[in-house]
Nanobody, 125 residues
């Protein structure tokens, strides 16, 4: 099973930026989807973004469109989530996932992919 490790979280003020990194090891990333979920305190885990070589890039909550950008470098087996103009409501644990396809379902990645351990993003003044 492919291993996933995220990094790059931290404490920032509203309006600032962070870039999360996701390294996938164990196989090439050319044909897999790399995505991001997040979980805010007391809330369910929600999909944020996903990048599929076959289907393209997706941004799921309207609130992140125009602010977040997903990218990848298959030569480095690495994906990134660039988060600009961060808001307090972006606070949460961000998880990188990998799987055959993009999906908004966490269960899909439970069955067909793997998760990183999560990285904390806190946006606070």
């Amino acid at each position: 099973q492919l291993q996933v490790v995220e990094s790059g979280g931290g404490l920032v003020q509203p309006g600032e930026s962070l870039r999360l990194s996701c390294v996938v090891s164990g196989w090439r990333t050319d044909n897999i989807a790399i995505g991001w979920f997040r979980q805010a305190p007391g809330k369910e885990r929600e999909p944020v973004s996903c990048d599929s070589p076959r289907d393209g890039k997706f941004y799921y909550p309207d609130s992140v469109k125009g602010r977040f950008s997903i990218s990848r470098d298959n030569a480095k087996n690495t994906g990134w989530l660039q988060m600009n103009n961060l808001k307090v409501e972006d606070t949460g644990i961000y998880y990188c996932v990998q799987g055959p396809l993009c999906s908004t379902s966490a269960s899909y990645f439970n069955r067909h992919g793997s998760w990183g351990q999560g990285t904390q993003v806190t946006v606070s003044s």
